[in-house]
């Protein structure tokens, strides 16, 4: 006997834009209510449900009963589905057609049954006359499995296979609805018979309605009261880049990436809503659910999704780490069906961007000659007829440039194979990167293995396991400690002056006679083929589920992350003259090893009411524990065979070893609570309870307490109308969070030197002493934030838009506090600073397509406001220290944003001494004397900031900072006939930066002693034959001080750059099914293909960052080895 189901909950209702025909309707009044019942609006999302399941779901939302056997229609089948805002008889005919399930509606039931005919998916009004058949692909050619197509206007249809190919019969001249969960709908006409149609879908990564990853959870996107943003796989990789991190850059608003160096492996800065503190300002990374403090073990191709987490009613669920904000990396995991294996690949090479515009040797030889001869002086005759010599021949003379950059080698290999059943689904990956560097002896190569297993136990407990293995080697860059020193290669290549001939005979070196304080350009660049750093990292994360009854789940994850790290350097001894040599060869030498584990367990429980609103709650536990320790070796006369580069006692009795270690853990408990009134009004609380092993006391307690809110206001009845407006939701969020990593480990501990000096009975002994006292009060930073959003769709959500306006308050931060005088010590660490970010953060997404032509264009803006509003009384912060002449070039000041240039204001130059004789001051005597007394035309003009009548530090001033006016992104996808081009482009504006570089370049007069290079266009320099000219004579004997630091040191640093540009192809199912493969693109890319800027350094964007993560010399260039263009051939292929 059959058994028959009825299935019926009331809901509320939900907005629509489409209905489809259903079977046809005894009576004209039976039919009016029977279409009215089809008429109401699904929003549902499910894949690989069951059949009853997604009845049941569709039966709450659209307030209807099913009538149907559960024997007859197969209940448990599994079918996707991807509805947002269709009507109830489009969503019958996507779920019911392919499975060959008619239905009609019959007294206000609809009664489900198997049509009685002889065709598959036969439509009861015209006859299937045209064979149809092809494959759905993603925009990398990759099959998609469980597509369901349907013919537009009736009940036939099918699903994909675990290719992405499909047959159907479809009336010619017909057109064909193909839909899948997370891409775009996509509607195609029928104009014949063919056996070879291929469909390419579009992530749909804008719709409001998609799943995205949230602490401890996922959530609908349109559920949030949070500001969240995503950024798919394919974006990720639309970059050559080893750092998943650099990936981002351009993607998000509000959240700003920065490479602080162009170095292979270097690393890269994120942050989220500007620099929120003077200490540290990186965000949380979770990876799998897993906390670690960085994804550099990742590659790009490995991420699945990257969501980002701004504001408190988001981040405030991580508590004590979440001040910064929170991204969470999403994995790539097998799916379910045969085996399928994915592999893909780019080569090509880098090249250098742009090089500095120098001097050749003649005009160096002349700029030389004449600052003596201005001075009343001889060139010395050591180096006098070099100088001659170039200036008489027009020399051109060393490109240095050109002898330490080349085409460096770029290339990346990723295979992949995943399957599996429902029950068990694997994924097993191996990644090869290596990058050469665009200067000689620098690379990096980096090898991931990644493994992952999900498993469902029984009906309740599924479970999981993954582990990535990374090893990582550079070359070139690090000083042997982990250290990442400015790269000097390039600051001594644009340095070294051109007249000079570095290479000596028989493969030996020259001294630089004139530039002495340069060393030797090409042996320094062979010596850093000898500074390595290997790094292995292996992470690992597993998990248990168990659904205990109906809404309510446990979840069980534990990680480890395991890291060793081995940076060398190796300096042999060498002779070349009296200043540029090394007496003693050295070996600088650590090994690190760091272990952190996570392990958190919470429940989630989901509940639907009965008055169309629903309720869900988070709460769980965490433990944390990271520990580790490392040993430093300088060595000194160590041979170059290196099978005897070891420390050795014997060998020097000035060797050095250091050790450290450090064991921290935090400990917690976190809730939160969601709210939905009938998809209209939305709440969120959340609460995280801290106890931390970084301070000490009641102050390693902290709560982080949280509430969101958001109205949907697209739901309310008097918007309905409005037929354009798909979604309108209004969000706000207020919260609490911290930063205990703007601390140090033992930061409540006194410190200690020792190198302090006693004397006993007359006789000097070592010893140590106190030197900055300790603070047991010490405790985590706090930021509160405030966020007030909007999100909107049009156009059948073909236009999308979100703002953001927030502030965000950071309280407590840790900065130095004066100590009384008698006690003799430095200033202790304390929280008693405070600082403000105001931000506006907007993003639009806008696609449509025009006939075969499919296009989507993206735009993103953030303008963020700083302001240290207190540092506890203490002194100005000054930092950013470029060279020994100049000293700091920032102040960090209450008022001012962190880390502005401070120095004088320079009005060009004196034309005239009539100019420098116009230029006087008053005294209170009535006494009128110059104010620049040993000024010569031609020589700087600053301004007397405070009147005083002379120029000295205290006329500095405010010439601006590295943190922009605002910044922004753009993106362009474009998509025809299996071609595809994407453009992606970032940019700031009104971001100033210091050019370290410049000061020598610049410079009026040689830095004690040494003439450096300079830039070609100081040949336009003062002189009584060019006497218009607004650069600074060349001189000798600098008795102004033109080259003190100056507003003409400071640069705009604004710039828009083309970060990519890529063509692809996907080539025809026709051709790939002749040789078994199931998908291939093939396509071309450059990164960095142009930069528009005014900025004279190398690269504007190392320039606006701040150095080595140090907030406090934000934009002030040391002259970092810079971003290559890079131009690369790929392709993806499945099979």
């Known amino acids: 006997m059959l058994h028959t189901t009825m299935l019926g909950v009331p809901v509320g209702l939900v907005s629509a834009h489409s209905s489809v025909a259903a079977q046809p309707i005894a009576s004209p009044s039976a039919a009016a209510r029977a279409q009215t019942v089809l008429e109401r609006k699904i929003t549902l999302q499910v894949e690989g449900q069951t059949i009853k399941e997604t009845l049941t779901q569709i039966a709450k939302q659209a307030n209807v009963r099913f009538v149907y056997s559960q024997q007859l229609i197969g209940a448990e089948r599994k079918v996707t589905l991807d509805a947002r805002e269709e009507s109830l008889s489009a969503v019958l005919d996507e779920v019911l057609a392919p499975l060959k399930i008619s239905y009609e509606v019959t007294n206000g039931r609809i009664v489900l049954r198997i049509p009685t005919y002889a065709n598959d998916f036969g439509s009861t009004t015209q006859p299937l006359d045209v064979a149809v058949s092809g494959r759905i692909v993603d925009s990398k050619g990759a099959g998609l499995p469980g597509v369901t197509v349907v013919v537009k206007g009736t009940t036939t249809g099918t699903s994909t296979g675990p290719d992405g190919s499909f047959t159907i019969q479809a009336p010619e001249n017909s057109v064909l609805v193909v839909s899948f969960v997370g891409f775009t709908r996509k509607e195609v006409p029928v104009t014949g018979a063919t056996t070879n149609l291929s469909v390419t879908l ?72 500007g620099v929120g503190t003077i200490n540290n300002s990186d965000p949380l990374y979770v990876v799998d659910g897993i906390q670690t403090g960085d994804i550099g073990f990742l590659l790009p191709a490995d991420i699945e999704s990257t969501e980002i987490l701004k504001d408190a009613s988001a981040t ?327 099978s005897l580069q070891y420390a050795s006692a014997s060998r020097s009795t000035g060797n050095v070893v250091r050790s450290s270690q450090y064991d921290g853990s935090l400990f917690s408990y976190f809730g939160r609570a969601n709210y939905n009134f009938r998809d209209k009004y939305l709440v969120t609380g959340t609460l995280r309870f801290d106890q931390t092993s970084k301070f000490l006391g009641p102050v390693r307690r902290g709560t982080f307490p949280s509430v969101g809110a958001a109205w949907n206001i697209s739901n309310e009845n008097f918007l309905k109308d409005i037929s354009y407006l798909s979604v309108l939701k209004l969000r706000a969020s207020y919260g609490q969070v911290g930063n205990q990593n703007a601390a140090p480990n033992y930061g409540y501990a006194s ?132 060279l020994t002449q100049i000293g700091n070039t920032t102040l960090t000041s209450v008022g001012r944003e962190i880390a502005y240039f401070y120095g004088l204001q320079a009005q060009g130059v004196f034309h005239s001494q009539a100019e420098i004789d116009a230029y006087t001051s008053t005294n209170a005597a009535g006494v009128t004397a110059p104010v620049q007394p040993g000024a010569k035309p031609g020589d700087v003009r600053y301004v007397d900031s405070n009147g005083d009548g002379t120029i000295t530090g205290a006329d500095n001033t405010y010439l601006g900072s590295g943190t922009p006016d605002f910044s922004y992104g753009a993106s362009l996808n474009l998509s025809y006939s299996g071609f595809d081009f994407k453009v992606l482009l970032y940019g700031v504006q009104g971001a100033e930066a210091v050019n370290g570089a410049g000061f020598h370049l610049n410079k009026s007069a040689d830095f004690v002693g040494v003439w450096s290079n300079f830039y070609a266009s100081r040949m336009d320099r003062w002189t009584p034959n060019n006497p218009n000219s607004n650069q600074p004579r060349i001189t000798s004997n600098d008795t102004n001080g033109n080259d003190r630091l100056s507003s003409r040191h400071i640069e705009d640093a604004s710039y828009l750059r083309a970060r990519n540009m890529e063509l692809g192809y996907t080539l025809p199912q026709a051709f790939l099914s002749k040789v078994k493969v199931k998908g291939a693109r093939v396509f071309a890319s450059v990164d960095n293909v142009f930069t528009i800027t005014d900025y004279t350094g190398y690269d504007p964007e190392i320039s606006t960052s701040a150095s080595y993560n140090n907030p406090l010399a934000y934009g002030v260039d040391y002259g970092n080895y810079p971003q290559a263009r890079t131009y690369r051939l790929g392709f993806n292929v499945q099979f």
Request: aromatic residues 10%; glycine residues 10%; charged residues 15%.
């Open 751 to 882: 410190v200690a030197n020792n190198n302090q000096i006693y004397v006993f009975n007359g006789a000097p002994a070592p010893g140590l002493a106190i030197t900055q006292i300790n603070n047991t009060k010490l405790k985590w930073e706090t930021a509160v934030t405030t966020d007030v959003g909007i999100d909107a769709e049009l156009f059948n959500s073909q236009l999308t838009f979100t703002a953001d306006y927030y502030e965000r308050r950071t309280q407590d931060m840790i900065a130095l506090s004066p100590v009384p005088d008698y006690l003799g010590q430095a200033p202790a660490s304390a929280n008693v600073g405070s600082l403000r970010n105001r931000g506006l953060e907007l993003a639009m997404n806008y696609r449509n397509e025009i006939g075969k032509l499919q296009y989507n264009v993206g735009l993103n803006f953030t303008k963020i406001n700083n302001e240290v509003t207190s540092l506890g009384g203490g002194n100005p912060i000054v930092a950013g220290a470029v």
């Open 316 to 642: 405030a669920i991580y508590g004590s780490r979440g001040a910064n904000g929170v991204v969470l990396i999403t994995t790539k995991h097998g799916k379910a069906g045969a085996t399928q294996f994915n592999l893909s690949g780019y080569t090509g090479f880098q090249q250098i961007r742009r090089t500095l515009p120098l001097t050749t040797a003649a005009q160096y030889a002349t700029l030389v000659t004449e600052a003596f001869a201005n001075n009343g002086n001889q060139v010395p005759a050591s180096y006098a007829p070099l100088l001659q010599d170039a200036i008489a021949t027009n020399a051109k003379g060393i490109d240095y440039q050109d002898l330490v950059t080349q085409k460096g080698l770029i290339t990346n290999y990723s295979l992949s194979a995943s399957g599996g059943s429902e029950q068990n689904r694997y994924l097993i990956s191996g990644s090869y990167f290596q990058q050469n560097g665009i200067i000689k002896n620098s690379g990096f190569k980096k090898y991931v293995i990644r493994v992952n297993d999900d498993v469902v136990l029984t009906k309740r407990i599924k479970a999981g396991v993954a582990a990535t293995f990374t090893n990582s080697n550079q070359t070139g860059a690090g000083d042997g400690q982990g250290g990442s020193p400015p790269y000097l290669v390039l600051q001594y290549a644009v340095q070294a002056n051109p007249v000079f001939n570095p290479f000596g005979p028989n493969g030996t070196y020259n001294e630089d006679i004139i530039t002495r304080n340069v060393l030797n350009v090409p042996r320094y660049l062979d010596e850093q083929q000898y500074n390595k750093t290997q790094n292995n990292n292996l992470f690992s994360s597993s998990y248990l589920d168990i659904s205990l009854f109906e809404g309510l789940s446990f979840r069980s994850t534990f990680g480890v992350n395991y890291n060793n790290n081995h940076p060398k350097a190796y300096q042999p001894q060498y002779y070349i003259g009296p200043v540029d040599n090394r007496a003693q060869s050295a070996l600088i030498e650590s090994r690190n090893e760091n272990v952190s584990w996570v392990w958190s367990n919470y429940a989630n429980y989901n509940k639907t009411l009965s008055d169309n609103s629903s309720f869900s709650a988070t709460l769980g536990q965490e433990a944390q524990r990271g520990y580790g320790n490392g040993i430093s070796v300088t060595a000194y006369n160590v041979p170059a065979d290196i």
């Open 202 to 273: 579009v992530e749909d990564t804008q719709a409001l309605n998609e799943v995205v990853v949230i602490g401890y959870g996922t959530a609908r996107k349109s559920d949030l009261t949070g500001s969240v943003a995503s950024v798919s796989s394919a974006q990720l990789t639309q970059v050559a880049t080893a750092d998943p991190v650099q990936a981002l850059q351009g993607r998000v608003a509000g959240v700003e990436v920065t490479t602080n160096s162009g170095q292979p492996g270097s690393g890269t800065r994120i942050r989220v809503r």
